[in-house]
Structure formats: C-alpha cells, structure tokens
C-alpha cells in the first residue's frame, strides 16, 4: 500500500463506499459524507492524483486508478472482517456505529502497519 496518512485512507473509503452504491464520485458527496468543504476535497483529490491513486478532471467526476482501486478494496475488505468481527461480539452498536468504528479501526490498523511495518497480529506473534 502506497504510505497514506489516515485522513487519506478515509478519503479513499468514503470515495469506495460511494462508488460501490453505484453513483459516481463527485466532490459534494464527498464532502457531504467527511463532514469536510468542497475546497477541502478538491485540495485532498489532487494529493491523492499526485500519488496515482485518483484521477478527476476539473469540475467532473473523480474515479480510481487501478493502485487505487486496489488499494481501497483492500481497506474496505479489512473494514468487512473487522465488522463482521464486532457483530459476532454483540456489543449492542447500532449499524451506523459498527460502520464508524471499523471504519476507524481499519484505517489505524493500516496506519500502523505503514509506520512499524507489522501488522498487529504479527506483533503479537512470537
């Protein structure tokens, strides 16, 4: 996975999430769902263009390489197992939390993979 800071995993989620409802990826749903500005998805789109993981026209809609397509299936795929993991616990979390925090707990996984180089079962091995 290319090195990616949290807020940039999250980007790619929200843009996978999006993608996968069948509607295409445009700037104001972005921002709507992060909660963020138009100003402020514009600025991260470029980012993540210049790591080739985006590509977005001015003024149309954003769409993924195939790194970061790649790269978002597999954090969407690692948000799955956590999720599916948390509604085997049964901790009494609405859908709307589970969601949340294994949306959260994907992307600081991957977060310490990138900065350690392990994952967390890996740490724990040995």
């Known amino acids: ?4 800071t949290e807020v940039q995993m999250r980007y790619l989620v929200i843009m996978y999430e999006i993608a996968q409802s069948g509607h295409e990826i445009h700037s104001a749903n972005i921002a709507q769902r992060m909660h963020v ?4 998805v514009a600025k991260m789109l470029s980012t993540l263009r210049e790591k080739g993981l985006v590509a977005k026209e001015p003024y149309g809609t954003a769409s ?3 790194e970061g397509y790649r ?5 969407q795929a690692r948000i799955d197992e956590i999720r599916a993991r948390l509604s085997e616990a049964d901790f ?7 969601r949340e925090v294994s949306r959260d707990m994907a992307i600081r996984l991957a977060q310490l993979r990138q900065t350690t180089g392990y994952a967390l079962g890996e740490m724990m091995v040995g």
């Open 1 to 4: 996975m290319a090195c990616l």
């Open 37 to 40: 500005t138009k100003p402020a």
């Open 64 to 66: 993924f390489t195939r």
């Open 71 to 75: 790269v978002a299936r597999q954090l």
């Open 92 to 98: 009494g979390l609405t859908a709307e939390e589970l």
